[in-house]
DNA sequence: ACAAATTTGGACATATCTGTCCAACAACGA
DNA sequence: TCGTTGTTGGACAGATATGTCCAAATTTGT
């Protein structure tokens, strides 16, 4: 492989990442602009617009599931730990996660990457078995609550009606309390 | 107007109240064959596209503000509020208010109605500047993120990680719990 | 029963998106 | 430098969605 067209499917799916955020219905000609490459050279590296799609939540998950796992959120305290993922995913993760969010609805149906969301799920529902926290409610619900909530506060950031340092200040607060025992 | 019309009209909104908020890019096509009327007929009431996400929004916007309503957000404990609000919500609000996420980021940008969540924000920021809830985050984040877990525990519902009443009574322990003072 | 309103099926022009082919061009690597 | 690899623009067929027109059939209200 050319240094070129490597440096081309890097440049290819960053911008469908961005594009797809914002817009998950964009077509192949906006992500190729986005990309600043023809329309052709996008079909020379993905066969099909399902098959950029694919490669675009593999490697999006892919960063997220690494991001998580450096924020080490199975070492020392729970509550600890919890304020560690809830920074790491704020600061970075989110950026990744939020793709696969807007383009889990438009995934084919038969595609492995359908159940994106369980392998994020899992880390997070580990951290909540592993601490005592909120024993009352399913720690699935504790989990999903949690994406909820990112996926809120991003929103809020998105929409301008919240800066991002409150936001951030937001979560630190409100989650766990959320995950408070009682 | 002749009842037949009006007959029709309702049935054209639910189908597309119910089309829309499975798939938000469904075609007229697919909102009449569920309306169960010819295609012609959707634009004789709605002269585009566009309009017919007009109609819908705006009445699932007035609907889920009436329902907000005569749960008296306004009318005692502001805690007991609170829970009147979550459980109206849970049992009819959410119904309606679940096409407006989805719309919201289709519908055009000149429409009046992008600003969907304003005023349904604002019944519930009312109701949280009334009770003493939290006041170390902004009213206006408690708002959303109620919105956004409600969002959350109907999608746990609607992908069948959660059934419907397990999910209402993870809501009714864990919003209190967000809301809680300190 | 009858006139008016409404619905229906068919057909049509228009636009957009996907996926493909090809020839010319540019960039890489040895 | 030179052959190979990769990129580009143009063009094309097929599919799909929108919006429109029309004449025939149906339903409604009186």
Redesign the interface.
């Known amino acids: 492989m050319r240094a070129d067209a490597e440096r081309n499917i890097a440049t290819i799916l960053d911008a469908a990442e961005r594009v797809l955020a914002a817009t998950p ?1 964009a077509g192949m000609a906006a992500i190729a602009r986005a990309a600043g490459v023809a329309r052709q050279t996008v079909y020379a590296h993905y066969s099909s617009r399902e098959a950029l799609l694919e490669a675009v939540a593999e490697r999006a998950l892919a960063q997220t599931l690494a991001a998580i796992d450096a924020a080490e959120p199975e070492r020392g305290d729970p509550r600890e730990a919890l304020d560690r993922l809830i920074a790491a995913w704020w600061g970075s993760i989110g950026r990744h996660a939020r793709v696969l969010e807007a383009l889990a609805p438009a995934m084919p149906a038969h595609s492995e990457l359908r159940a994106f969301h369980a392998p994020i799920l899992g880390r997070v529902e580990a951290l909540i078995e592993r601490g005592d926290f ?1 024993r ?3 720690p ?3 989990a ?2 949690f ?3 990112m ?3 991003a ?2 950031v998105a929409s301008g ?2 800066s991002q340092e ?2 951030g ?2 979560l630190a ?2 989650i766990p ?2 995950f ?1 025992d009682r």
Request: aromatic content about 4%; overall charge neutral; hydrophobic content about 55%.
């Open positions: 219905d909120a009352d409610v399913p699935a619900w504790l999903a609550a994406l909820g909530l996926h809120t506060a929103e809020e009606r919240l409150a936001a200040r937001a607060r409100s309390r959320l408070a």
